[in-house]
Nanobody, 122 residues
Framework: QVQLVESGGGLVQAGGSLRLSCTAS????????MAWFRRAPGKEREFVAW????????QYSDSVKGRFTISRDTAKNTVYLHMNSLRPEDTAVYYC???????????????WGQGTQVTVSS
């Protein structure tokens, strides 16, 4: 089992920045990749970014590319999502996920955090 705890959400004005954190505990050695997803009100959960834990290789959705950066600190078992130039349409609950493979499909990730709310005001 892997436990994931997110933090760092909040309210920010459009154009502002936030950094989300996700700390993993438990059998973290079984996780190859970690990812961020989000669910906006009335919408389905969507992929934001993933990172391969050992290599640091990353991929982003088109909607956040160039504005968000995913990174990890292996010593702290923590993955970050640095969000810049935030827009009202970025408002969502952001979820951290961990899995034994990587990809943009949420079915690839077996472990999920509880989510953290990000609200961007216009």
């Amino acid at each position: 089992q892997v436990q994931l705890v997110e933090s760092g959400g909040g309210l920010v004005q459009a154009g502002g920045s936030l950094r989300l954190s996700c700390t993993a505990s438990g059998r973290t050695s079984s996780s190859v990749a970690m990812a961020w997803f989000r669910r906006a009100p009335g919408k389905e959960r969507e992929f934001v970014a993933w990172i391969i834990w050992s290599l640091g290789r990353t991929q982003y959705s088109d909607s956040v590319k160039g504005r968000f950066t995913i990174s990890r600190d292996t010593a702290k078992n923590t993955v970050y999502l640095h969000m810049n130039s935030l827009r009202p349409e970025d408002t969502a609950v952001y979820y951290c996920a961990a899995g034994t493979w990587y990809g943009s499909e949420d079915r690839r990730y077996a472990y999920w955090g509880q989510g953290t709310q990000v609200t961007v005001s216009s």
